[in-house]
Every structure is written in C-alpha cells, then in structure tokens.
C-alpha cells in the first residue's frame, strides 16, 4: 500500500491538520492563526502561467479577505527561493504585491497530510486544492481543481462569507447565493415545529422550505 493512501485525509468538521513549515514569511505554524479563519491553498509549481494568474487575484483580493478576518496561505514543493523570484517576479510583471506567506513544502509533509498529492494528476505536484480552516482551527470546506483549470477567486471568497454566515447565524445558503441575497432557514426537526414554521413571518414555500433576508453585517 502506497504512503498516500496510508495517510488520513482531513474530513470536514474534524481538526484541521497541524503543520509547521518554512514559508516566504519565515517559519509558521497553523496554530500561529488560531482565531481566524484560513484558507490554504496548494498550486502545483512556480512560475507556471495558470498558477500565476491566480496568484495575482489573491494579490489583489488579499484585503477583502483580510477585511473577513481571513488569512490566506499558499502553499507548493518549491524552495522558498523559488517562492522568493516567482512573488518578485509577479510584482515587476503584474503591479500586485503578494502579502500572504506561501509554504516551501519541499518535504512534501503538509502536502501529504492535506492529501494535496494526487499520483494520478502528478506524481511530483500538488494538485490545486482549497482548505477553509475556521477560527477553532476545524476543517470547514475542501475543493479540488486539476492542474489544468484555474480557480475563481470569487468564489473562494463567497465560500469563506457562506461559511461565516452559518458559524454567526445558523443559517445556510442556496444555490448562487451572494452576501445580501435571502437565506435557507433550517428545516425543522418536529411536528409541532413544522406546523410553527408554515405560520411564522418566514418566507415559507413550505414547512421544509423556507428563507429570511440575509442578517446584517
């Protein structure tokens, strides 16, 4: 049996995998972020073109994921020297400076504990993957891109909002679904309950289908 699959993945609502790693910014710690919310990201190499285009629209969204009390980390097997040229690079060629720190996983630790190593895809690459870790430092959202397909920024950014929205408010979010746009009351478990929710002042379809407007933030 091969180390990846020995290796347990992270599941959703278990404790994110603790990691101290070197990185542009020095060595840090997941734990060095308890508190806020984190959204790790693997690219497969520097100085690849997709991997560059995404990295300059986390440049320039840094601070509307900082203004969400969200701190972005990157992560690849490169050398932090490589790291070092790519973010100088990308600010001399693209205008953006890159704040966030970005992980030099050359011993390919986090990368198997994340499980961002796909032997399928590369043997020798991360795959493009997304971790959202809550302020309790839980494993929140995982996504998973091939190495070929950029990611939409955007919406990695609506994820984070839809999550923080449901850890303040206990409520979740329909499909599309944008910071303002109504919101899904969860369905009630009872009886009683339901008959409740068909005469309460929600927007009712029905006892399991029911919104509010979005809280204020």
Not at 111 to 135: E, N, Q, W
Not at 154 to 175: D, F
Not at 198 to 203: I, R
């Amino acid at each position: 049996m091969s180390e990846q699959t020995q290796t347990a993945l992270p599941r959703l609502n278990e404790p994110a995998p603790h990691f101290t790693a070197p990185s542009t910014h020095g060595e840090i710690s997941l734990s060095d972020y308890a508190g806020k919310w984190v959204v790790l990201f693997s690219h497969p190499a520097d100085f690849t073109p997709v991997c560059t285009t995404e990295f300059v629209e986390f440049a320039r969204q840094t601070d509307d994921f900082a203004a969400m009390d969200t701190q972005l980390i990157g992560l690849s097997i490169d050398s932090v020297y490589a790291h070092i040229a790519w973010m100088r690079n990308i600010e001399q060629h693209f205008g953006v400076k890159v704040k966030f720190p970005v992980i030099a996983d050359l011993s390919m630790d986090v990368a198997h504990k994340y499980g961002m190593l796909h032997p399928g895809a590369s043997s020798t690459a991360t795959v493009r993957c997304v971790f959202v870790i809550d302020p309790h430092q839980n494993m929140r959202a995982m996504m998973y891109y091939p190495l070929t397909t950029g990611r939409v920024i955007g919406e990695v950014k609506r994820l984070v909002q839809a999550l923080q929205l449901n850890t303040q408010h206990g409520l979740a979010t329909p499909e599309g679904w944008t910071p303002g746009d109504k919101c899904i009351v969860p369905p009630p478990g009872t009886m009683d309950a339901a008959r409740e929710r068909v005469e309460s002042d929600f927007e009712v379809t029905d006892w399991y289908f029911s919104k509010t407007d979005s809280p204020a933030s």
